[in-house]
């Protein structure tokens, strides 16, 4: 079976990315913002393996039309607790509600949505 092709990325989201989200992340690596994930886990005391901030987490992912560049969206992570997030949403909701992860119908669902990016 053939592999389909990756489309490529839109003109519109590479000046997005390249403008807005890449600088974002570099900044925050630069003014020495930790991942801020991994402390709320371990207030649960379950065991992190941080290695600071990598990445930013989507509280409404973007497969859900979350927005990438609303900080009202993003929370600077490392991979492992993005990770763990992903693997385990119904624990991080019993933990901290909308904090983490949004879902439709929650209170902060549009606000956080990429229609809001314009």
Same mark, same amino acid.
């Given at each position: ?22 600088? &974002? ?5 630069? /003014?020495?913002? +930790?991942? =801020? %994930?991994? @402390? #709320? ?14 990445? &930013? ?5 973007? /497969?859900?039309? +979350?927005? =990438? %560049?609303? @900080? #009202? ?26 904090? =983490? ?18």
């Amino acid at each position: 079976m053939k592999g389909r092709q990756l489309r490529s990325r839109s003109q519109k989201r590479s000046a997005m990315m390249k403008e807005v989200r890449i600088p &974002l992340i570099r900044s925050l690596i630069q /003014s020495g913002v +930790g991942c =801020l %994930i991994c @402390p #709320l886990l371990e207030d649960e005391s379950i065991s992190t393996n941080c290695a600071g901030i990598q990445g &930013l987490h989507e509280r409404r992912k973007r /497969s859900a039309g +979350g927005s =990438l %560049i609303n @900080p #009202l969206n993003l929370i600077p992570a490392c991979n492992w607790s993005n990770g763990f997030i992903e693997d385990n949403p119904k624990l991080i909701r019993d933990l901290f509600g909308q904090v =983490l992860v949004v879902r439709e119908g929650d209170e902060d669902w549009e606000q956080l949505g990429s229609r809001n990016d314009r």
